[in-house]
């Protein structure tokens, strides 16, 4: 499937498809031929995956698609975060989820998971950024939260010039309420109230972001980050202010987005 990007200005390059397999398959499209012409030009990747229900189809397609064109021993990865407290066999962890969707179905290089259940979250913290640190990030695919999140930066604790790579963080009530309505909990009280999370800084510097946003209750967030003000009101705003970033999101998704 070929994207045609719909010029908005100031914007992300915008993608728009019919529903969520197509915005999937659309972004995964994209991502192995980004790859491939990363791989192309160097020895190795590394490339940061998000874990939530809004990425299914994007990893489905990902692992079809991807599987003569990208030498995935060649890539390590990353996550870009976790909730204080669970467990990697939570069923709600998102190394769960990682390994279930993508790792247990590609050999990637190496693969560093957030231990959520330190003892010493701020001492994992240091742990982490030293890894993301280390080299440059080539590749991030990521989504958007309901409240306009980058990972767990919520409104009320994005910092757009963060001086830390990972931090702790409070999860704000949208947020929390988002991973009840995505079916990762059944109800508020069962979700963390901290969580572990790449900081904004290191979007900004990965060469390529690859944004997947489907569903009707993320029009608003998807309305801030391409037509709202450059603002930590809606974290995601801040991918207008940098090139290399695609968004690929459906006609319900798109819904609030003016001509």
């Known amino acids: 499937m070929t994207s045609s990007f719909i010029p908005i200005s100031g914007a992300p390059k915008l993608s728009i498809h019919a529903d969520r397999p197509s915005v999937g398959r659309a972004a995964a499209e994209h991502v192995v ?80 998971p957030i ?66 309505h995505d079916g990762c909990f059944s109800q508020l009280a069962e979700v963390p109230l901290r969580a572990i999370t790449l900081t904004i800084p290191v979007f900004r510097r990965a060469a390529h972001l690859s944004v997947v946003v489907p569903g009707e209750r993320k029009a608003a967030a998807v309305r801030g980050t391409c037509q709202g003000e450059v603002s930590t009101e809606c974290p995601a705003s801040i991918l207008r202010t940098r090139d290399g970033v695609c968004l690929f999101v459906d006609r319900a998704a798109a819904g609030l987005l003016s001509d």
């Open 33 to 112: 031929k980004l790859l491939s012409r990363i791989l192309s030009k160097q020895s190795r990747a590394r490339v940061v995956f998000a874990c939530a229900p809004s990425q299914d189809q994007f990893l489905e397609s990902l692992v079809e698609l991807s599987s003569e064109r990208v030498d995935w021993s060649r890539v390590t990865g990353f996550h870009m975060d976790e909730y204080v407290g669970l467990s990697e066999f939570h069923p709600a962890s998102f190394r769960k989820y990682i390994e279930r969707h993508f790792l247990s179905r590609v050999q990637l290089e190496n693969f560093h």
């Open 115 to 180: 231990a959520g259940e330190a003892i010493d979250p701020e001492a994992e913290c240091a742990r982490y950024a030293a890894l993301i640190e280390a080299e440059p990030i080539d590749l991030i695919c990521l989504g958007i939260g309901e409240n306009g999140h980058l990972a767990f930066n919520d409104p009320p604790v994005a910092d757009f010039n963060d001086a830390a790579s990972v931090k702790v963080v409070e999860l704000d009530l949208t947020c929390r309420e988002q991973q009840v």
